[in-house]
């Protein structure tokens, strides 16, 4: 069967979608498929109904829970720095709407992405399922833990601001592997890149400022 996200450009928000996908292009977006996975992912499912008319907009959106929809812009260049080519095994922290974890699951072999709010948890898996994205797994739980069972991950992406990166997710990289995580102090933070050499050795790349949420847990912040 063809997924319904692959069939979707006959929606009527297809045209907002194009305009997106064009603001990110030309914003300086050029991963093609960071691009096709904009193309195809319908944000307008992943959106409280008050907000869906704004929904290709790129801008951040509340969510509910105090959280909220990361700018389209900023989830992109997220994506690009994964450099991901359509194989790999991806976990993510903090999956909130759940659009991202569609994007993700566009760009990448199979994903596994974890939240700690139920109901977000919940509406994630709801809105990822009638965007017939079938390549993707959700689980309520604390984020700073990882998810064991499936490691090791070829990319981690953490969705909100830690004041470290939690040594868990460090266990659960994969050599080679690339995780993304803002760090720094709750509101202010650096997107930083750490990338795994073959044995256990750690290259941290600051990309620049960000604001996230603050990721609570464990090996994060108290809540
Ligand atoms: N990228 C998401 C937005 C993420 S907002 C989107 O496209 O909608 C950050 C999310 O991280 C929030 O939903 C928050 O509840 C969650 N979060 C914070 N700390 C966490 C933790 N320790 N484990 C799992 N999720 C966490």
Redesign the pocket.
Known sequence: MVPRRLTGASDSFAGYRVRLVETLRARGIRDLAVLKAFAETPRHL?VPAAVQHRAYEDTALP?G?G????QPFT?ARYLEALRLRGVERVLE????????TALLGAIAGTVFS????ES?ARAAQAALREAGVTNVSVLL????LGWSAYAPYDAILV??GGPDVPPPLVEQLASGGRLLIPLGERGAQVLTLVERGPGAELRHTPLGTAR??????EH?FDG
């Open positions: 992943f969510i829970n959280q909220t929809i990361s989830q922290i903090g999956t909130g709407s759940g659009y991202q974890v939240e700690r709010v977000l739980g604390d984020g700073t969705a909100a996230f949420v603050p990721l609570v847990g994060g």
